[in-house]
């Protein structure tokens, strides 16, 4: 019955298309950015470990369910689970959840274009030199005035978000193949050479040894920021994957296929982390330093080697890229539904949503200058208070929509769609679409994403709330 349904929007040409989707949105400023300050800020191998384990144990599970859920109804998350619920004889109901998940990619995209855009800002600050035979002093004040200025960061989110939606626009299927082929494999040719160079700093064991070191009294405090950014960081819990899987052929294997992206991405993001650490503690900078930890180490590491300057213009290029081919995967989505759902043309649809996007990203982007002082969810001295203007605790805006988005509802997303595809599908669809050849693998796989994974979220929310 599912078998035959074909998608509006389109096709990957095959199953390596749909690997070369997957893993651009998978890898991006997930594991490059985010994931190196996380682990900075959650001290180093117990964030580590957690984020693994949450890979392996929840985050493969979603990501199965997303992929299946959407190669079998070929549309946009919030009329697949309408459309499956129905078949299944439940309630429509389930779509409202979906719906929430694509506005939350929305939201990320609104931050996540802004960064995008510091990766375009660096690409023209090293091709003009600014960073040549740099200190560390100087590479974190030159951070800081970039994202002082918040004229200067508005023109690059602008472009961000343009390049984004110009590909959304497009159709995904049709912009997306010829870049990624080239771009993602020498992304991590570039990430081995950053690699090789933090090797020569004499700092390379203590980076491995704060990225690996267990310091079980920090366990339970990265335990839901790793959950959160597990999902964060594979993509899954708003629809991305479920979107990039409506477009997928129905002949190729799911789990062999997703199983290969989130090695890939996790691969990308230890790499990373590798790279980064070592420039960290050789240049004496602080590792929990936050959102400005790899602006600050890179230009140390591509002011002061041979080939530098080209090097970080190439380097930023492809940071650019993977932020790019992720973005567009957080806009999808919703394109993809409004398509369905109205009479608009895809390119409205597309320039609306970005206009959108781009100006909740204003919030982000005076989250880091003018409103810098705005803090919210300030607990001082035991006082508790939602607002307050200049407290030194609490959360500027940026952080709270990370909050929000990543700690809140991702893992919220993530439980309905696993939750979605074990309970409500049930086994006999999954089988079907899944179509393992072994059938305890088969068996092992049901079982996590039928009880391992709904549980393990619900777990870690309660330890969270109990800790
Ligand atoms: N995974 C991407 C990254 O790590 C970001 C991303 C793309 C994302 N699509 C998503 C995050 C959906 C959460 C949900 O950079």
């Known amino acids: 019955m599912a078998g035959d349904k074909v998608s509006i929007h389109g096709s990957w040409a095959s199953r390596w298309v749909f690997i070369l989707a997957a893993t651009g949105s998978a890898v991006g400023l997930g594991s490059i950015w985010k994931f190196p300050y996380m682990t900075g800020v959650y001290g180093g191998g117990a964030f580590v470990l957690m984020f693994l384990l949450c890979i392996a144990l929840l985050g493969l599970p979603v990501m199965l369910a997303e992929t299946l859920i959407g190669r079998r109804s070929r549309q946009s998350p919030a009329n697949a689970l309408r459309e499956l619920a129905l078949d299944a004889a439940h309630s429509h109901k389930w779509s409202w959840a979906a719906f929430a998940g694509m506005i939350t990619a929305l939201l990320i995209l609104s931050f996540y274009s802004v960064v995008g855009g510091w990766s ?55 912009g997306l193949e010829r870049s990624l082929r080239i771009m993602m494999p020498l992304l991590f040719v570039l990430l081995l050479i950053l690699l090789g160079y933090s090797l020569t700093t004499g700092y390379f064991m203590a980076g491995v040894h704060f990225m690996f070191n267990l310091d079980t009294s920090r366990l339970l405090d990265g335990l839901l920021p790793a959950m959160g950014h597990a999902f964060f960081s594979l993509s899954v819990g708003v629809g991305s994957i479920l979107i990039y899987g409506a477009y997928m052929p129905k002949s190729s294997s799911i789990a062999g296929t997703v199983v290969a992206v989130a090695l890939l991405d996790t691969f990308v993001s230890l790499l990373a982390g590798l790279a980064l650490f070592p420039i960290v503690f050789s240049a004496g900078l602080n590792a929990s330093e936050g959102p400005g930890l790899m602006f600050v180490t890179l230009p140390l590491a591509f002011g002061n080697v041979a080939f530098g300057q080209l090097m970080g213009v190439v380097f930023f290029v ?98 309905t769609f696993v939750v979605f595809a074990s309970w409500v599908m049930g086994r006999e669809a999954v089988r079907d679409e899944l179509a393992m050849r072994n059938a305890s693998l088969f068996a092992v796989t049901f079982f996590l994403m039928r009880y391992v994974a709904p549980l393990g979220i619900l777990i870690v929310f309660a330890a969270q709330l109990l800790k």
């Open 120 to 174: 375009l800002d660096y690409i023209v600050d090293l091709g003009r030199g600014d960073f040549q035979g740099i200190g560390a002093e100087q590479a974190g004040r030159y951070f800081a005035d970039m994202v002082s200025d918040p004229w200067r960061l508005i023109l690059w989110h602008t472009l961000f978000m343009l390049l984004s939606a110009w590909v959304i626009a497009r159709g995904v299927v049709a």
């Open 318 to 415: 492809l940071v650019a890229v993977a932020a790019w081919s992720s973005a567009i995967s957080l806009l999808e989505p919703m394109v993809a539904y409004l398509v369905e759902r109205t009479k608009v043309s895809r390119l409205w649809v597309t320039a609306a949503l970005a206009f959108i996007c781009w100006f909740v990203g204003l919030g982000t982007v005076f989250s880091f200058n003018i409103w810098k002082e705005a803090k919210f969810f300030v607990s001082e001295g035991g006082a508790f208070q939602l607002y307050q203007w200049g407290a030194t605790g609490g959360l500027d805006l940026f952080g709270v929509i990370d909050f929000f988005t990543s700690r809140i509802m991702l893992p919220l997303g993530a439980l």
